[in-house]
């Protein structure tokens, strides 16, 4: 059974930060591809940025430059620091990972970016 638990969401100002993290636990073989999506109510889930098991990165366009995304392969965890946050990044965001068998998410933290 594999366990994400995501934690550092919050209540922010518009332009301030954010440093999200997620961390893998269970019984873990190997993580591949590790990613972060986002959701407001009413609408699909969004695909934010990923990280491949060698670092490769992407980011959808509307958080290019403003969010990075990294990752601690030892510690099976997963980070988004988000910066020159705007009102239109609120929402639930999750962290999300690929292994050789399967994906798996976590249960969401919160994001609201608010003055």
């Known amino acids: 059974q594999v366990q994400l638990v995501e934690s550092g969401g919050g209540l922010v100002q518009p332009g301030g930060s954010l440093r999200l993290s997620c961390v893998a636990s269970g019984t873990i073989f190997r993580i591949n591809a590790m990613h972060w999506y986002r959701q407001t109510p009413g609408k699909q889930r969004e695909w934010v940025a990923v990280i491949t098991r060698s670092g490769g990165t992407n980011y959808v366009d509307s958080v290019k430059g403003r969010f990075t995304i990294s990752r601690d392969n030892v510690k099976n965890t997963v980070y988004l620091q988000m910066s020159s946050l705007r009102p239109e990044d609120t929402a639930v965001y999750y962290c999300?990972?690929?292994?050789?068998?399967?994906?798996?998410w976590g249960q969401g933290t919160q994001v609201t970016v608010s003055s």
């Open positions: 999300s990972i690929y292994t050789d068998y399967d994906q798996y």
